[in-house]
C-alpha cells in the first residue's frame, strides 16, 4: 500500500466520521483544519483507523502525532509497506 492510497482512505474514513464530503484532507490536516474534530471524534477516528487497517496503535505512538502525514507514516510502519 502506498502513501497516496492511505491518505486516500484516511480521507474518506474523516468525511464519514464528520459527514462532510468536501472536507479535504492532506498530510499537514490535523484536528484544527476540520470543525467539530475533539477529544471524542478522535478517538473514533483512531478506532475506525484501526479496524480498516487491521491495526493496533499504542498509546505512545498516538502522542507523538502531529498530522494525517505522521498518522499515514504510523499505519505504513504498521503494515510493513
Given at each position: 500500500m502506498t502513501e497516496v492510497?492511505?491518505?486516500?482512505?484516511?480521507?474518506e474514513i474523516i468525511r464519514d466520521l464528520f459527514d462532510?464530503?468536501?472536507i479535504e484532507v492532506t498530510l499537514s490536516t490535523?484536528?484544527?483544519?476540520v470543525d467539530d474534530w475533539d477529544s471524542?471524534?478522535?478517538?473514533?477516528?483512531?478506532?475506525?483507523?484501526?479496524?480498516?487497517?487491521?491495526?493496533r496503535f499504542a498509546l505512545g505512538e498516538?502522542?507523538?502525532l502531529k498530522n494525517v502525514?505522521?498518522?499515514t507514516n504510523l499505519i505504513l510502519k504498521k503494515l510493513g509497506s
Open positions: 492510497e492511505v491518505l486516500k482512505i484516511q480521507e462532510d464530503d468536501s490535523n484536528a484544527d483544519d471524542l471524534s478522535h478517538i473514533q477516528l483512531i478506532s475506525k483507523i484501526e479496524t480498516h487497517f487491521k491495526v498516538l502522542q507523538s502525514g505522521d498518522m
